[in-house]
């Protein structure tokens, strides 16, 4: 096994004790380094159980399972390999008791807290023109992630509008409490604070691990910085993995300062180096290199291919946004139609969600397949929302933003004057919903009303004591036929293509259901409601080749990371698209990040890279002159006044950037 390693990846995989930072630039091999690491500690003598892999998706952590599990050779017991996220379900489930809510609490995803974040503003009376439910649960979000509470957030407020918010934050926490439910960022908050008030609760999670693996350590926020040291603070069994040349998700709470300050952390920890690159060209490579040193607060670290030289990366400048998107479609169809590539081969990278309208119409003109990742997720389709919360709500009665989905899907007879007044008499009495709808329905009088209610009262009851006793899958399938959920599909979308796309969507769903069923030692609904509310995270069909559908894609800098495609174009290559404005005009790093993206995109490259820019982009309903990126500058590109492919700075050694020339942007 170790003969396969080169001689970095093996010191990295037997250094097997005390603190470890290791240094992976792209397309180096981590995640083998990682895997390799396990198996090694197993082999030597570690049990399993104690070995806790942690990384941020949950693509890669089955990933990082399946080829542990392929290299142990083993049945039986496995390491832990989880997200962030998931460890924290777990140990929540075990300890939240201590916290005062219910160990089979909801997990609450964004619609569910804007839906609740709308009730929430609408009772302290706090206009849309200054805070929408969304910019709430944007701002409840960053101050969850710093791991300030409501008290704390009042206390900073300066503002009417944060001084609304921190109210607000107070009022949604307790409600979410109420409905005994937690949102994405509680789960590492409510840990935090377990680890920090109970230090049983910590001592006993801790001594659960006796090894610790973080991958992506650069994207790390301060709350699963805290929960990391908590865990290892005794052993000190901790090996982290990362590149903070790659550290791009700031907007999310990650900060850098993590991985660059390991060592500070702790003193004793060893570093190993990753820096033979597997994926790219030693031209692509180089222009990766020539980029990033601009950045000065990093780990020193300098890729070199195992592969040759390559094709030399090009820069091509467009009048307009227009031309730009039609000669690199142009492009990209004849080497299809020639069948010198396939689709699958092109990635169109670009910073901000509208850049893609122009390519996609260019390739609908040129009729070719192409995807764009990180359009309406599955899980935010109404059919998916409508299945999810009845399992929920079987999970959970108590979940109020499932239970008020459900009432009415599909229409039962509950009028919204009916639960309004049932919905006021649960906050008069401070009791959850679902409680007062069994009383409503216990009441004596047969109008029609009480009848509806009773009836869904009883339906669920009936189907919670199914799912204790029954496959889970099976019992979902037998609700779904009760409720009739295809007739009613069927009512609303006459259009037989997009009803039978959404009771497709159903189908995709019971799939999925099924699939964890089959994977789980001792399935359950509980476990599956959890799988799917953290699957939603990171949940991206069709991405690539790896899709059913051999297809061009389109897809944005932040999504493209931890991917790879032998064709690369990196479009919008401008002063305000990249580096982003905002980052323009921001102090501090911002632009430094920016600097980091513009490298992630680089280095997704295996074969080829085109960057294109445009000199002139619409706004305001006018075309208005744009400024080449400072970042082609510091790759040593000169950008030329014609229409034409740039001088690429890997035929002068040691070129330095020109700036464009007078009249020119």
């Not at 964004?110 to 709430?136: F, G, H, N, W, Y």
């Not at 701002?139 to 109210?167: C, F, N, Y």
Request: hydrophobic content about 40%; charged content about 25%; overall charge positive.
């Amino acid at each position: 096994m170790l003969a396969e390693l080169n001689p970095a990846q093996r010191e990295a995989v037997l250094c097997l004790h005390g603190p470890l930072l290791v240094l992976a630039g792209a397309g180096t091999g981590k995640t083998r380094v990682v895997t390799y690491r396990i198996a090694h500690l197993i082999k030597q003598g570690v049990p399993p159980a104690a070995i806790l892999g942690v990384t941020f998706t949950n693509k890669a952590a089955r990933e990082m399972q399946q080829r542990a599990r392929t290299l142990v050779g083993r049945a039986g017991e496995q390491p832990e390999i989880s997200t962030f996220h998931s460890l924290c379900v777990r140990i929540l489930r075990r300890q939240i008791h201590h916290l005062g809510y219910p160990p089979s609490f909801a997990i609450y995803d964004r619609a569910d807290q804007q839906s609740l974040a709308r009730e929430v503003l609408r009772e302290i009376k706090c206009p849309q023109a200054m805070l929408t439910p969304e910019a709430l649960t944007s701002m409840i979000g960053r101050w969850k992630s710093l791991g300030i509470t409501p008290q704390q957030a009042a206390a900073r407020a300066v503002e009417d509008r944060q001084h609304a918010a921190s109210a607000a934050y107070a009022r949604y926490q307790r409600a979410m409490k109420l409905a005994g439910a937690v949102d994405f960022d509680d789960l590492l908050l409510l840990v935090v604070e377990l680890f920090a008030t109970r230090p049983e609760v910590r001592r006993c999670e801790a001594a659960r691990y006796y090894h610790i693996l973080v991958d992506e350590y650069q994207d790390t926020n301060p709350l699963q910085y805290q929960i990391v040291r908590a865990l290892a603070a005794e052993h000190r069994n901790l090996c982290v993995v990362g590149d903070d040349d790659q550290s791009i998700y700031a907007f999310r709470g990650a900060e850098v300062t993590h991985i660059l300050r390991f060592t500070q952390d702790w003193p004793e920890a060893r570093v190993v180096r990753l820096e033979q690159n597997y994926r790219s060209t030693q031209a692509i490579l180089d222009l990766a290199n020539r980029l990033i040193v601009h950045n000065r607060r990093r780990h020193p670290k300098t890729l070199r291919a195992v592969r040759s030289a390559g094709v030399a990366p090009r820069l091509r400048v467009f009048e307009s946004g227009e031309q730009e998107a039609a000669a690199v479609v142009s492009e990209m169809a004849a080497r299809i139609f020639s069948r010198s590539a396939q689709p699958c081969d092109f990635a169109v990278l670009f910073r901000t969600n509208e850049q893609p309208r122009l390519f996609e119409q260019q390739l609908r003109r040129q009729r070719l397949p192409y995807v764009v990742v990180g359009a309406q997720s599955f899980f935010d389709r109404k059919e998916v929302r409508d299945v999810t919360a009845y399992l929920r709500v079987l999970v959970n009665p108590r979940d109020e933003t499932a239970l008020r989905r459900i009432i009415s899907v599909p229409p039962r007879g509950i009028g919204a004057r009916t639960l309004e007044a049932l919905s006021d008499r649960a906050v008069a009495a401070r009791q959850p919903l679902w409680e007062v709808l069994q009383a409503y329905a216990a009441q004596e009088g047969g109008e029609a009303a009480r009848e509806a209610v009773r009836s869904f009262c009883d339906l669920i009851v009936r189907y919670r004591q199914r799912v204790q006793q029954q496959p889970p899958t099976a019992v979902v399938v037998e609700l779904l036929s009760e409720l009739r959920y295809e007739q009613h599909l069927e009512r609303l979308y006459p259009q037989p293509l997009e009803r039978q796309a959404r009771w497709n969507s159903v189908q995709e769903l019971i799939e999925a259901l099924a699939a964890y069923e089959q994977q789980a030692e001792r399935p359950s609904l509980a476990a599956i409601v959890d799988e799917l509310a953290l699957q939603q995270r990171d949940f991206q069909p069709n991405q690539g080749c790896e899709s059913s559908a051999n297809a061009v894609v389109l897809m944005t800098l932040h999504s493209a990371k931890g991917l790879e495609f032998p064709i690369v174009y990196m479009v919008g290559m401008e002063e305000g698209l990249l580096p982003h404005r905002h980052a323009v005009h921001a102090e501090g790093t911002a632009i430094d990040e920016e600097r980091r993206l513009c490298y992630v995109g680089i280095t997704r490259a295996q074969n080829e890279l085109l960057l294109t820019m445009a000199r002139t982009r619409p706004r305001g309903g006018k075309a208005v002159r744009t400024q080449p990126s400072r970042f082609l500058l510091e790759l040593g590109f000169y950008v030329p006044m014609d229409d034409v492919e740039a001088e690429n700075p890997s035929r002068h050694p040691g070129h330095a950037a020109r700036p464009a020339r007078r009249g020119t942007p």
